[in-house]
């Protein structure tokens, strides 16, 4: 006895030994036409050697300024005293290093307090 779906599974089977492969839905196509139009249009511009030059003297000048700021914000951490019960404590209560807990605690002025909170935080 043949179900209705054997019958349609049979009736499949035999459109497919035809020997025709099975047209398969293109939902995509358009996506590749897209593509092909996009980079079509791409135009190659010829950078001047005087505006690379300029670019590069910015990004020179903004490292140096940033490198200097980064110097002079060194200079004035290190000018802070911070006492080495403070630092052990830091250390032993958030389990960090030396270096951390004595750059926390310059950062905050030697404050014990506020060195502690930003460090949880």
Do not use: F, W
Request: hydrophobic content about 35%; some cysteine; proline content about 2%.
């Amino acid at each position: 006895m043949a179900a209705e779906g054997d019958v349609d599974l049979d009736l499949e089977a035999e459109e497919n030994c035809t020997g025709k492969p099975v047209e398969k839905p293109r939902k995509h196509d358009s996506g590749a036409a897209d593509l092909e139009r996009v980079t079509d249009y791409a135009e190659e511009k010829e950078i001047s050697s005087s505006d690379l030059e300029t670019a590069m003297s910015v990004i020179g000048d903004r490292r140096s300024r940033e490198q200097k700021a980064k110097q002079d914000r060194e200079k004035e951490l290190a000018k802070v005293t911070i006492k080495r019960e403070d630092v052990e404590l830091i250390m032993s209560e958030m389990e960090i290093s030396r270096g951390v807990a004595e750059r926390s605690l310059r950062e905050h002025m030697g404050n014990v307090v506020e060195a502690l909170v930003a460090l949880t935080n």
